[in-house]
């Protein structure tokens, strides 16, 4: 299995690349996470007796790799819960999606609920009881082999969001079989990626840009392109 790399690094924040398969949090397969490790790592780096505050200011599902901020102080992990919450940061994915769109870019709008004890989502093209508003846009960047390779900007963070809207506009994700996708991949990974975050840095105030690129041969020579 690959290890997360340490993409991002001061006083306030620690931004991880998750391997896809890695837990950002707890939950009742007892295995390790991704904050176990972001902690050890503080631990051992800064030679930190006692406890080490280190929190995950997001998350993304365990088949899926990417960027994930960390952080460090009680101030930074305020201010980035804020900052997501204003949505004034921007996050974007790759995706790799069975088929191709009807529309090379679009903006989806769905209202999603979730069955907690099944881990799913559901969707409704408008509103129902306590389902919550989802909006995401993307554009298909290429094709290759009867799937598609789109860059995907959700605007909202609701569970299983991109996965199940991805469904919904006939184009799940590759390997997503919880979401539509005919076949699992080997590692029980999908083909969504959390490959950039820009924002505000919460504390310096400065511009933030983070990337991290999967590793897709089939689509590779598009990806590296990217910025």
């Excluded at 690094?9 to 991880?16: Q, S």
């Excluded at 076949?183 to 840095?201: G, N, P, T």
Aim: proline content about 6%; aromatic content about 8%; hydrophobic content about 30%.
């Amino acid at each position: 299995m690959n290890h997360p790399k340490i993409k991002h690094e001061d006083n306030h924040l620690l931004i991880v690349e998750k391997p896809s398969g890695w837990l950002v949090q707890g939950d009742e397969t007892g295995d390790g996470t991704l904050t176990g490790w972001a902690t050890e790592y503080i631990r051992k780096k800064y030679n930190k007796p006692g406890n080490v505050f280190c929190q995950p200011c997001h998350r993304l599902d365990r088949p899926v790799g990417g960027l994930v901020i960390f952080a460090r102080t009680s101030k930074g992990l305020e201010r980035m819960n804020k900052i997501f919450r204003e949505r004034t940061i921007s996050k974007t994915y790759l995706a790799i999606v069975e088929g191709v769109p009807e529309r090379p870019e679009n903006t989806l709008k769905h209202w999603l609920d979730k069955d907690f004890q099944k881990n799913k989502a559901h969707a409704h093209n408008k509103p129902k009881g306590n389902a919550k508003e989802a909006i995401l846009s993307y554009r298909m960047i290429a094709t290759h082999s009867r799937c598609s390779l789109l860059e995907i900007k959700p605007v909202t963070g609701r569970p299983h969001q991109i996965r199940i809207q991805m469904r919904e506009n006939k184009t799940s994700i590759r390997g997503d079989l919880k979401y539509g996708f005919s076949k699992a991949k080997q590692d029980k990974s999908i083909d969504l990626y959390a490959y950039k975050l820009e924002f505000e840095h919460p504390v310096k105030k400065e511009p933030i840009k983070i990337i991290s690129k999967p590793n897709w041969p089939d689509f590779q020579a598009f990806i590296d392109e990217l910025d």
